[in-house]
């Protein structure tokens, strides 16, 4: 059983990443039910109906169901597996990371702060390949002078969505490509107000699939994502595979994933970001940078790569279990 809270249906990187392990291990004849938990008792409940060998938590879902794990473990001799997308303070962390058999973390850097010996924790990065490439667009001489900018996340502080914005209206030469969920609220509003001072050079394209967001992927020069923190950067791996120059704020897991096909800017910062967009609009860096950009993406994971770990440690767990009752 995997346990997640929340709306599973919304596309963030951590519900994208259930989605593939989900069906990796389903494909593989090890059946791993999603459940979606309201609260303890509801989680509780379901676990009791349910009885699973192995029970996956997501991070999201630790306050939920870190109160569970000990119960688990002893009255249903389940094993337990975390899996950390982000770091987190939530309620119940610190006491699940110690009780849980297995924590899986999508980053070394990540995996480096969580304070788990190596023989309870397994690095399994999401995969560079979830978008499909597409033929890049020719570009007439009138496009020429435009910087086509993407930008995907879901709209909010930590993502710096504001800022980005607020970067490109200072570059007249700059067209920004905005894909995600606008959420709603008082961040929503900052936007969209520093949005309406620059009017048709920022395109809001809302949550899109796979193969609208490869023709997003496509049809962009640079990808931008001034984020301050993450766990991986789903996103940064994919705009590598896609061959895209790539700003990104100077955090260690982003560096990680970027290196040399990029630039780097302070999170938060107005400035920086307004200098690294101009960068961009010159065409031998933005070329330099693209294919530094496919070379990194080819010793990046991919999806098929990941999934093979995460089965195989949730069969070991599941073998352990059986063996255990």
């Known amino acids: 059983m995997l346990l997640v809270s929340g709306d599973f249906a919304r596309r963030t990187g951590g519900n994208l990443y259930d989605r593939h392990m989900e069906h990796a291990c389903r494909s593989a004849g090890v059946p791993l039910r999603i459940i979606s938990a309201r609260s303890t008792a509801h989680a ?52 699940l990371l110690r009780a849980a058999d297995k924590v899986v973390a999508v980053s070394l ?41 993407l930008s995907v996340a879901n709209w909010s502080s930590s993502k710096g969505t504001a800022t980005l914005v607020a970067a490109a209206a200072r570059v007249p ?93 302070p999170p938060r910062r107005l400035r920086p970001l307004v200098i690294a967009l101009r960068l961009m609009s010159d065409t031998w860096l933005r070329r330099r940078l693209a294919r530094n950009a496919r070379n990194r993406a080819r010793a990046l994971p991919s999806w098929a790569g990941s999934q093979r770990v995460f089965v195989a440690l949730v069969t070991h767990e599941m073998r352990a279990a059986i063996a255990s009752r």
């Open 44 to 95: 509780r409940s379901e676990l009791a109906r349910l009885r699973p060998r192995v029970i996956v938590i997501d991070s999201i879902a630790i306050p939920v169901a870190a109160p569970l794990a000990h119960w688990a473990q002893t009255e249903l001799g389940a094993r337990v597996i975390v899996i950390m997308h982000m770091p987190t303070n939530a309620r119940g962390t610190r006491a």
């Open 173 to 265: 030469e700059v067209r920004l490509d905005l894909v995600g969920d606008s959420g709603a609220g008082a961040y929503r509003a900052e936007v969209l107000a520093r949005i309406s001072g620059i009017g048709a050079r920022v395109v809001i394209h809302g949550a899109l699939g796979a193969a609208a967001l490869s023709r997003r992927y496509a049809e962009a020069d640079v990808f931008a994502l001034p984020t301050e923190r993450e766990g991986y950067g789903t996103v940064f791996a994919e705009a590598l595979e896609h061959g895209l120059p790539v700003i990104g704020s100077n955090i260690a897991p982003v560096r990680a994933i970027v290196g040399d096909a990029g630039l780097f800017v």
């Open 109 to 149: 850097s990540l995996a480096r702060t969580l304070g788990v010996p190596r023989s309870r924790l397994t690095t399994i990065p999401p995969g560079r390949d979830g978008v499909p490439r597409a033929a890049r667009r020719a570009r007439g001489r009138r496009d020429d002078a435009v910087l086509r900018v």
